[in-house]
């Protein structure tokens, strides 16, 4: 089965700086590779995803950049802002249904 | 559209007594997850269907636990009788792309005394 790790576990910045977090993975056959954020009192969230054909992929202040080879995964974050506050997961999958989160990064972004 | 609705947001139980979360899936998507989130454990996958189909149940902790999707539009998760250790967020979502991003309902906040 896949074994998912997210480092760090804990990430606090100021705000305005960037924040990245990384996701490794041990299944060579992951093709799909999301990012979801949970704030407090909520299900997760998609907030940006990648697909293995490609390597980086931005959307506005997100992005995602995927190395297959090292099989690892990351989301960067600039220009943070208090809102950005919550719990990152990683998951990645082979687009099938069986998909593990990872153990999730909390991200505080002091004003 | 509303999202993936569950009821109810949160549930106190005694131990012993039976409860039923129950999912509404976003209309059109045709797989729907069951998960439990816990400080300890994280989130896990409890129980996916297909089409109203259970796929793998292999993350069911115990015979307590069963689930139904009698049609497209409406899930069930029952513990039968629940225990302390069952105490947990459960989360309901829902895919139209087998598997390629999910949309979380708000969860369930299950607390067994």
């Known amino acids: 089965g896949e074994n998912v790790e997210q480092h760090p576990s804990t990430l606090s910045v100021q705000e305005g700086d960037s924040a990245v977090i990384k996701c490794t993975y041990s299944?060579?056959?992951?093709?799909?590779f999301p990012w979801y954020k949970q704030e407090l009192g909520k299900g997760p969230q998609l907030i940006i995803d990648?697909?293995?054909?490609?390597g980086e992929k931005k959307d506005q202040r997100i992005a995602v950049t995927l190395n297959k080879t090292a099989k690892h995964f990351s989301l960067h974050i600039t220009e943070t802002q208090p809102e950005d506050s919550a719990v990152y997961f990683c998951?990645?999958?082979?687009?099938?249904?069986?998909?593990?989160f990872g153990a999730g990064t909390r991200l505080f972004v002091k004003a | 559209d509303a999202g993936v609705i569950q009821s109810p947001r949160h549930e106190v139980t005694e131990m012993g007594q039976e409860v039923t979360l129950r999912c509404k899936p976003i209309s059109g998507h045709n797989s729907l997850f069951w998960y439990r989130q816990t400080m300890m454990r994280g989130l896990e996958l409890l129980i996916y269907?297909?089409?109203?189909?259970?796929?793998?149940d292999s993350g069911m902790p115990e015979d307590r636990f069963s689930a139904k999707m009698p049609n497209a539009s409406f899930s069930t998760l029952k513990i039968q009788p629940s225990e302390p250790r069952d105490s947990a967020v459960y989360f309901c979502?829902?895919?139209?792309?087998?598997?390629?991003?999910?949309?979380f309902g708000s969860g369930t906040r299950l607390t067994v005394v």
């Open positions: 979502a829902s895919s139209s792309r087998q598997g390629y991003g999910y949309t």
């Open positions: 299944d060579s056959a992951s093709n799909y």
């Open positions: 269907f297909n089409n109203n189909v259970p796929i793998d």
């Open positions: 998951a990645p999958s082979e687009g099938g249904f069986k998909t593990i």
């Open positions: 990648i697909r293995s054909n490609v």
